[in-house]
């Protein structure tokens, strides 16, 4: 088992920034896969960035680019996402996932990530 707490989202102004972060604990040893996916209201969960598990491999949404930047602790077991120049259109709740059985693909697919956090809400106000 693997637990997933996000922390960091919030209310914040067209342009501006947050981080978000992912603490894992559990069964965590060995450093896997992981992501970060959103789910704004009446829309399906999408990928928005993946990390492989020695973090020199990142993977981002087309959306994102540019923008946001995915990052990892290994010694902290814990994840984290980097927004700077929010638009509306990245008002959502963040959610970050793990994959146990990848340390060095990155999947875009959130069916094959195994663990999920509950969920930080981020809302950029125009």
């Known amino acids: 088992q693997v637990q997933l707490v996000e922390s960091g989202g919030g209310l914040v102004q067209v342009g501006g920034s947050l981080r978000l972060s992912c603490a894992a604990s559990g069964r965590t040893s060995g450093t896997y896969g992981m992501g970060w996916f959103r789910q704004a209201p009446g829309k399906e969960r999408e990928f928005v960035a993946g990390?492989?598990?020695?973090?020199?491999?990142?993977r981002y949404a087309d959306s994102v680019k540019g923008r946001f930047t995915i990052s990892r602790d290994n010694a902290k077991n814990t994840l984290y996402l980097q927004m700077n120049s929010l638009k509306p259109e990245d008002t959502a709740v963040y959610y970050c996932?793990?994959?146990?059985?990848?340390?060095?693909?990155?999947?875009?697919?959130?069916?094959?990530?195994?663990?999920w956090g509950q969920g930080t809400q981020v809302t950029v106000s125009s």
């Open positions: 990390i492989n598990g020695s973090g020199y491999n990142t």
């Open positions: 996932a793990i994959r146990t059985n990848s340390y060095y693909t990155i999947a875009a697919d959130p069916a094959l990530y195994d663990y």
